[in-house]
């Protein structure tokens, strides 16, 4: 698993399976990414609706993360 801490805190990303992470923030699906054949990672939001398409992982993260509204408790 992999925690990204600073813009999307509280963010959890699972890798699936190689070229495919899950993200989930505070126990809530957020989305996910699929890496393409050609390199690119392709963000999709919880309703898997493309949010874009992405040279690197880091943003495709960002992206999701920020796709989601934050929850407060």
Known sequence: MFHH???GAGTTWARVEDGF???SRHGEF???????PDG????FDLH???IGGFVDLTSAMRAVSSSSPSRTA
């Open 40 to 43: 690119r990672f392709v963000a």
């Open 48 to 50: 898997s609706r493309i």
């Open 21 to 23: 992470h899950v993200g």
């Open 5 to 7: 801490d600073g813009e």
């Open 30 to 36: 957020l989305g996910y990414i699929d890496r393409q």
